[in-house]
T-cell receptor, first 115, second 115 residues
Framework: AQKITQTQPGMFVQEKEAVTLDCTYDTSDPSYGLFWYKQPSSGEMIFLIY??????QNATEGRYSLNFQKARKSANLVISASQLGDSAMYFCASNYGGSQGNLIFGKGTKLSVKP | EAQVTQNPRYLITVTGKKLTVTCSQN?????MSWYRQDPGLGLRQIYY???????DKGDVPEGYKVSRKEKRNFPLILESPSPNQTSLYFC??????????????FGEGSRLTVL
């Protein structure tokens, strides 16, 4: 069964610094998607970034980038120039070609940005 | 405004009393799905639907039913709720089929308590 592991329950980062949130996945399917979401303390879920397994380049969306290392099965989220508003829970998720609608989530990392 | 609307947002009910959580999206999305979020467990997928009249089980479907009679609506039905279904529920939709189904618009969540 597919599995997503986020090993950092909580992290702190200084405002304006970059931070990397770890995510590893476990699938034998060659075709899969990787996703990151943000959940602020207000509770809503916000999609941040997508990486496909066949994408040659790392995905970027503004201050977010996904450090995709296929051989290591890792899909780390990098947030550059952290802002106070980045304090939130962050979830990594994946689906795979055999069941594209079935999305598996990690348990999340709580990021706290210090002023 | 593009949105996914869930109702009710908050509900306290008793064991065995059937309830339905409605979900409606106004973006003409093909894909819709339901998740539950419990502390320390991240999000877990309950059911998903790739299109009208097509539904599939996620990872925790026991005790839930869904239907997709129209593209915009995807209600979650708890036929006989039990206390272990106390949770925060999210409905979500995606413009994409295929691997990008995880690029999701989420509803605001429905907090359900079963006594």
């Amino acid at each position: 069964a597919q599995k997503i592991t986020q090993t950092q329950p909580g992290m702190f980062v200084q405002e304006k610094e970059a931070v990397t949130l770890d995510c590893t996945y476990d699938t034998s399917d060659p075709s899969y998607g990787l996703f990151w979401y943000k959940q602020p303390s207000s509770g809503e879920m916000i999609f941040l970034i997508y990486q496909g397994s066949y994408d040659q380049q790392n995905a970027t969306e503004g201050r977010y980038s996904l450090n995709f290392q296929k051989a290591r099965k890792s899909a780390n989220l990098v947030i550059s120039a952290s802002q106070l508003g980045d304090s939130a829970m962050y979830f990594c998720a994946s689906n795979y070609g055999g069941s594209q609608g079935n999305l598996i989530f990690g348990k999340g990392t709580k990021l706290s940005v210090k002023p | 405004e593009a949105q996914v609307t869930q109702n009710p947002r908050y509900l306290i009910t008793v064991t065995g009393k059937k309830l339905t959580v409605t979900c409606s999206q106004n973006m003409n999305h093909e894909y819709m799905s339901w998740y539950r979020q419990d502390p320390g467990l991240g999000l877990r997928q309950i059911y998903y639907s790739m299109n009208v009249e097509v539904t599939d089980k996620g990872d925790v479907p026991e005790g839930y039913k869904v239907s997709r009679k129209e593209k915009r609506n995807f209600p979650l039905i708890l036929e006989s709720p039990s206390p272990n279904q106390t949770s925060l529920y999210f409905c979500a939709s995606s413009l994409y089929a295929g691997l990008r189904t995880g690029e999701l618009f989420f509803g605001e969540g429905s907090r359900l308590t079963v006594l």
